[in-house]
């Protein structure tokens, strides 16, 4: 996104959220009232029967299909036909023109990015519609997440703080021992052990490049085959932190826990638990994303504008949050992150 457009996004996100202070009683979405649109039968993700293409991630379906729904019902003439096989699946099928829109529940990895760019020669463009998840609820997986010991005494650490142990080169210095996080006793002199997946493109590559400024891993970061095995390490291992996806922890162990998160430091420590999803304060919250291609000072596709107004309206939140107990457990938006994305996706529909 050009630097203008991303500072006018701030901008206007700024402005609906200064209209409503934190102290002010919480705003509650605004009900969808339909524009007519039609679908371009020379979109290619238009398919020979007039149905329009979605393909994405499989724990998405009962979401897109909610919506499909509701779009119909005031949109009577647009028909749509899912391919559900996962977020994997979505931005290749974004890339080839093959679906109106990419339904992820993550950041794009490095590898699809490079290759939407490849094509286009810009990037794809995210627009959030909720929170992937929520826990620990064992049986269902919990959220991004960092993990100690179950006796390791740290009360929580910032993003920033987490990128100081696992990659190299910070800018505010590597941290390397438990004191330097103020642990005393058994833990004063003892070196951090850093445990995760492999640096292969998947959750640790994203991760490394979405929150760590794509610094390298540490050298002290072992990477595990698996989450089973980076989940035994640091329950064998007091001075052990892991950093892992979605997971049932407990069914592998139950001598780690969850460690509070604060987005900076100094700030206040935030778990997965859905309260504090819901309001916007877990760091590591990864986003329902609904992947769009727009070239840089061309408004946005119609069909897929109005199909976003429709999930960020009181009807679609209201479908993310009727999931909270299912399986996925997604979370509708937090206010102040439902204002950006309406900033944002306003701003996409008229040429820059």
């Given at each position: 996104?050009?630097?203008q ?6 901008l206007a996100?700024?402005?609906l ?8 009683a ?10 007519a ?11 020979r029967?007039?149905?329009v293409?979605i ?10 299909q ?13 028909r749509?036909?899912?391919?559900m096989?996962?977020?994997s699946?979505?931005?290749p099928?974004?890339?080839?023109g ?5 339904p992820?529940t993550r ?8 290759a ?12 959030r519609i909720?929170?992937?998840g ?17 006796n ?17 080169g910070s800018?505010?210095g ?6 330097q996080?103020g ?6 002199q003892?070196?951090?052990h850093?445990?995760?997946?492999r ?10 490049v ?7 891993f540490?050298?002290?970061?072992e990477?595990l ?13 007091p001075?052990?932190?892991?950093l ?16 509070p ?8 420590y ?29 408004p946005?596709?119609p ?27 997604y979370?509708?938006?937090?206010p102040?992150?439902l ?6 996706l ?7």
């Amino acid at each position: 996104m050009p630097k203008q457009l991303t500072y006018r996004v701030l901008l206007a996100a700024g402005v609906l959220l200064c209209a409503s202070p934190a102290s002010a009683a919480t705003p509650a979405p605004a009900p969808y009232v339909p524009q007519a649109v039609t679908v371009a039968a020379s979109q290619p993700y238009v398919l020979r029967d007039g149905s329009v293409a979605i393909v994405g991630n499989d724990g998405l379906e009962d979401v897109i299909q909610s919506l499909n729904a509701l779009f119909t019902k005031t949109h009577p003439a647009v028909r749509f036909n899912l391919r559900m096989e996962g977020s994997s699946a979505g931005m290749p099928a974004l890339t080839a023109g093959a679906t109106a829109f990419a339904p992820l529940t993550r950041d794009m990895w490095p590898g699809d990015r490079s290759a939407f760019r490849q094509v286009f020669g810009y990037d794809a463009t995210p627009i959030r519609i909720g929170y992937n998840g929520h826990g620990p609820r064992s049986p269902n997986k919990t959220p991004p997440a960092a993990y100690v010991n179950v006796n390791n005494p740290l009360p929580g650490l910032s993003i920033q703080q987490l990128g100081q142990i696992f990659t190299a080169g910070s800018p505010q210095g590597d941290l390397n021992t438990w004191s330097q996080l103020g642990l005393n006793g058994e833990y004063a002199q003892r070196r951090i052990h850093a445990y995760g997946l492999r640096d292969d493109g998947g959750f640790a590559t994203g991760m490394r490049v979405a929150r760590f400024g794509g610094r390298p891993f540490a050298i002290k970061y072992e990477a595990l085959p698996n989450r089973e095995a980076v989940l035994r390490a640091v329950a064998a291992d007091p001075f052990g932190i892991a950093l892992l996806g979605w997971v049932d922890a407990a069914k592998t162990t139950s001598q780690v826990r969850v460690l509070p998160l604060a987005a900076n430091t100094g700030d206040a420590y935030h778990t997965p638990a859905y309260d504090e999803v819901r309001r916007g304060e877990y760091p590591l919250s990864a986003a329902v994303q609904l992947y769009v291609n727009r070239a840089p000072g061309k408004p946005l596709d119609p069909l897929v504008y109005e199909y976003l107004r429709l999930a960020l309206s009181r009807e679609g939140q209201d479908i993310l949050a009727r999931q909270r107990d299912t399986e996925e457990g997604y979370v509708p938006l937090s206010p102040e992150d439902l204002a950006q994305e309406l900033a944002k996706l306003k701003l996409m529909q008229v040429p820059q």
